[in-house]
């Protein structure tokens, strides 16, 4: 066989069965709660990569199917927020102000590889 023949192929990478892009890795990873209200939460895995965040809900959730993301790039802020002994609140605001928050363990640490991830692609 000639190896000029054969083209080279992209192989899909999955990270916790979220499919990475071409030149995405991963940088940390954790369990954590979207949190809507002190009602209302989703639990699930967050995902922190060299091109975005994403959060995808765990099978006991109401809402299993949740999935959500958001572009490095239409991040502008991220922020601590309420301490609660163990976990921490950690808020992403996007460019449109909208804020998502997320209970996670280690929440200075997820800022400090959020703002790594950050200053490397502005």
């Given at each position: 066989?000639?190896?000029?023949?054969?083209?080279?192929?992209?192989?899909?990478?999955?990270?916790?069965?979220?499919?990475?892009?071409?030149?995405?890795?991963?940088?940390?990873?954790?369990?954590?709660?979207?949190?809507?209200?002190?009602?209302?939460?989703?639990?699930?895995?967050?995902?922190?990569?060299?091109?975005?965040?994403?959060?995808?809900?765990?099978?006991l959730n109401i809402n299993p199917?949740?999935?959500?993301?958001?572009?490095?790039?239409?991040?502008?802020?991220?922020?601590?927020?309420?301490?609660?002994?163990?976990?921490?609140?950690?808020?992403?605001?996007?460019?449109?102000?909208?804020?998502?928050?997320?209970?996670?363990?280690?929440?200075?640490?997820?800022?400090?590889?959020?703002?790594?991830?950050l200053n490397k692609i502005k």
């Amino acid at each position: 066989y000639d190896l000029d023949v054969f083209n080279p192929t992209y192989k899909k990478i999955f990270f916790h069965e979220i499919e990475m892009n071409e030149n995405e890795f991963p940088l940390r990873s954790g369990f954590a709660n979207m949190y809507y209200s002190a009602t209302r939460s989703d639990g699930g895995r967050l995902l922190l990569t060299n091109q975005r965040i994403i959060f995808c809900a765990h099978a006991l959730n109401i809402n299993p199917n949740l999935c959500w993301e958001l572009s490095l790039g239409r991040v502008d802020r991220t922020e601590l927020g309420l301490n609660l002994l163990i976990t921490q609140r950690v808020h992403i605001f996007d460019r449109e102000e909208n804020n998502t928050t997320f209970v996670v363990y280690g929440g200075k640490h997820w800022l400090n590889e959020m703002g790594h991830a950050l200053n490397k692609i502005k």
